[in-house]
């Protein structure tokens, strides 16, 4: 009983500076957590030089493809260079069809392939943005996840004074 009675002072004392210590925090929210660098997906590309990570989308858009019993894609530099040219006209005149057809810019470029398709966009600020508008939208997102494909280009484009800001092309083939 004595020792019980000698560590009841010790006990209120260790309680007494926790409940301090838990009000200091009171009425606040808790500290954010760092969990290290923000996620390329997440990065705006609403800034002068800013473009997609084509790596980063490349993972994403095959991971969806993946849990819908597809294959992965690859990136393409051909596919790249049209992508980059279309979001970069589409940018520069606010139109989305600014380039015309895919298939008349890609014999362009010499490439060749016998299926083609892309999605087209504009005001996405991040490529997380980006994907959840192509996924929710049927057209965009039966492209993303043609069975014929196997080969991607994307690109980002900026204009300051453009309504959208941010232009997107995405090329994709067999």
């Excluded at 298939?103 to 087209?120: C, F, M, S």
């Amino acid at each position: 009983m004595r020792s019980m009675s000698l560590l009841s002072p010790l006990r209120i004392a260790i309680l007494l500076a926790l409940g301090a210590l838990a009000g200091c925090n009171a009425g606040q929210e808790p500290a954010p957590r760092s969990t290290g660098p923000e996620p390329p997906m997440y990065h705006s590309l609403a800034a002068a030089g800013a473009r997609v990570d084509p790596v980063t989308a490349r993972d994403m858009i095959s991971l969806y493809r993946r849990n819908s019993g597809l294959g992965a894609l690859t990136l393409d530099d051909g596919l790249q260079r049209v992508a980059e040219a279309q979001a970069r006209d589409m940018a520069q005149s606010g139109d989305l069809a600014a380039r015309g057809e895919l298939g008349d810019r890609l014999a362009g470029a010499g490439i060749q392939t016998p299926a083609a398709v892309e999605n087209v966009s504009a005001g996405y600020r991040t490529l997380a943005e980006a994907f959840s508008g192509w996924r929710d939208s049927a057209p965009h997102n039966a492209r993303m996840l043609d069975k014929r494909v196997k080969r991607m280009g994307i690109a980002t484009a900026y204009a300051a004074g453009a309504k959208y800001k941010v232009y997107w092309a995405l090329v994709l083939a067999d």
